[in-house]
């Protein structure tokens, strides 16, 4: 496949990939689809236009270079190890490869997309970690499914079990306006006690909730220590930067940014 040029709007993770290994976030600068959709929704499922989406992702197929596989997300925790033939739709919320020319591709418009890559460059993947997702079921998430998956027994038998993993955080809803209750910090909190020190307590039982420090901790409780990307400031949020991201919770009606990892082909 022959790569564009990359829109210099989208987000090029500053990161250290190993050679071969590309990632990028789009904006929603740079399609066809109307308002309140516009102009880059790579959402199928939000009410645009369907020859709107199909064009956009087109776009996006042919600035990668690489074929982006769209998952049906549903805020949950399965990993899917995507090959060729995996169709788009597919159930899940993380996905890994090994596959020259597939993108490990995650939609979000207010959720932390997190993008993983093994040090020497044999696999990639990339998860969806709303704060149901990210919370998960006694401490396993959708972060820790996906980091094991990358530690299977098919990757140990290659050898890759010592590998080490980096993670790039996208952007997502700030700790500035991230408001949430008392079941979602409870959730947190129930698990790890640390997790207090990313919820600002509001009153009334409402709470500011940082979902990128809650996904770096669950990162770094894994092992993980080279962690970059999305730190919590006010320029990585998709609320208040309108412009740049799409986000459910400012405009209820919205597209879906892409956040994209594949090897070369």
Not at 68 to 73: D, H, K, R, S, T
Not at 75 to 96: E, F, M, W
Not at 105 to 134: E, K, Y
Not at 154 to 164: M, W, Y
Request: aromatic fraction near 8%; glycine fraction near 12%.
């Amino acid at each position: 496949m022959t790569r564009s040029t990359l829109r210099t709007d989208w987000l090029t993770p500053d990161w250290p990939a190993p050679a071969g290994v590309h990632a990028l976030c789009t904006t929603r600068v740079g399609g066809v689809s109307g308002a309140p959709y516009d102009s880059l929704n790579l959402g199928d499922h939000v009410g645009d236009n369907p020859a709107h989406v199909a064009a956009n992702r087109a776009i996006l197929q042919q600035v990668m270079g690489a074929k982006p596989v769209f998952l049906n997300q549903v805020h949950g925790t399965q990993v899917l190890r995507l090959d060729a033939a995996t169709p788009n739709a597919s159930v899940g919320d993380a996905c890994i490869t090994d596959v020259p020319g597939i993108a490990c591709t995650i939609m979000v418009a207010d959720c932390l997309p997190v993008l993983f890559a093994t040090t020497d460059g044999a696999w990639v993947g990339a998860a969806h970690a709303g704060w149901r997702g990210l919370a998960g079921d006694k401490g396993e998430g959708v972060l820790e499914q996906t980091y094991k998956a990358f530690c299977a027994p098919a990757l140990i038998n290659k050898g890759l079990v010592d590998t080490e993993v980096i993670a790039w955080l996208g952007p997502c809803i700030g700790p500035q306006v991230f408001e949430v209750g008392d079941e979602v910090r409870a959730a947190f909190v129930a698990q790890n006690a640390q997790a207090e020190q990313m919820f600002t307590p509001l009153g009334g039982g409402k709470w500011l909730g940082n979902l990128a420090g809650l996904a770096r901790q669950r990162l770094a409780a894994l092992g993980i220590t080279q962690i970059f990307g999305n730190n919590g400031s006010a320029d990585w949020c998709t609320v208040t930067e309108s412009s740049r991201f799409f986000s459910h919770r400012r405009d209820r009606v919205s597209g879906r940014l892409a956040v994209c990892i594949w090897r070369d082909v």
